[in-house]
């Protein structure tokens, strides 16, 4: 198993089970360092042994408390080290705690913690007149003790600076998503060059402001902001609910498109169910001068092409006679009103309310008949 599938089977194991494993990992670990010791005084008995449980405990609450974990690791290991029961390595019950503490960015502390266990014998042997033996052993132990502790701060180096690229993909990742359609940006992900597709039956939406822009002129650009980023934002949340891909803004206006880049059979009906939403949530929100809002919708359905185009700032767009003839109905239309073409009246007749407008002069058509959505269920047309 690489490195990698490792560490993702690792993070798939809930964090209680792997804190209480490292619990008794580091119990026992401790238990049997203290009964395996060289000789130094007294033989370990119930009191030594409480450390072993004491720290493990301790490793319990590592997430939560890194730092406070650490010290009271670090103060139990200074308590015991003040009694004459047999010698322990520091980083037997440090480990945990010090790797714990690196990871989650108390290096100082951390640091410190390792230059008191790995340092103070060392100035202990030099402040002393111990027997040779006897200061030989003891700079053994620290020199093995200092070096145990130095790979473990690496550990945790190496275990932060995973988390941190960790992080740094999924941030990436919820950009992408943020201005892609998922299947559009796993695609990315997987190296495809140019990503384009055919779609023959969608259904497009343009919604655009009534008078937004001569309101805005007369305010602060902080609300102009505020007002569009509230707005905005709920219909963000309308095309969620509806299934529906939010393609672009272009200043005051919003454009959503249903039947890609999965297709659906009820793109049409779904639209409409969003256009309808979008008439009542604008009558919620006011302009910045205090007014309530009013949009101006227009509909088309038919066939498209969709891709990604740029490199440096990736865009999803549409192109094809359905875009411009869904902009047209929008630039066209009557503000509070929802005028669609005569291909999305067909597919909507039966199951919502469509009054007949008329012909209507469109730019590069000419004078095309378009109907106004007006609600839900039977109704002429």
Known sequence: ??????????????????????????????????????????????????????IGVLALFRRRWPLAVLLASAAALSLYNLTDYPGLFSSVPLSVALVTAWTAGRRGWALAVVAWFGLSPLGFVALTDLPGPFAAQILNGAVSDLALLVALLLLGEAIRGRRLLQAEQERSEALLLNVLPAPIAARLKQGEG???????????????????????????????????????????????????????????????????????????????????????????????????????????????????????????????????????????????????????????????????????QVKGKGELVTWYLVGRGDGPG
């Open 1 to 54: 198993m690489d490195p990698g599938s490792w560490w993702r089977t690792l993070q798939r194991v809930p964090a209680a089970w792997v804190d209480a494993g490292l619990a008794a990992a580091v119990a026992a670990a401790v238990a049997v360092a203290i009964t395996v010791a060289p000789e130094q005084g007294r033989a370990p008995d119930a009191a030594a042994y409480t450390l072993a449980l004491a």
């Open 194 to 360: 140019v990503i384009a597709d055919r779609f023959p039956e969608v259904t497009v939406l343009f919604a655009d402001l009534v008078d937004f822009t001569a309101s805005s002129d007369r305010s602060s650009p902080e609300r102009v902001v505020q007002v569009l980023a509230g707005l905005f934002t709920d219909f963000d949340r309308l095309a969620a609910d509806h299934g529906l891909e939010k393609i672009k803004t272009i200043g005051d206006a919003y454009m959503v498109v249903g039947g890609l880049p999965e297709p659906r059979p009820d793109h049409a009906e779904a639209v409409a169910e969003m256009a309808l939403a979008m008439r009542e949530e604008a009558g919620r929100h006011l302009d910045p001068a205090g007014r309530p809002l009013q949009v101006r919708i227009g509909i088309d359905s038919g066939p498209v092409v969709a891709g990604v185009i740029g490199t440096a700032k990736f865009s999803y767009d549409l192109w094809g006679d359905t875009v411009n003839m869904a902009s047209r109905m929008e630039s066209t239309g009557v503000p509070g009103c929802i005028q669609v073409t005569e291909r999305t009246c067909r597919r909507l007749r039966g199951r919502y309310r469509l009054e007949r407008r008329g012909p209507v």
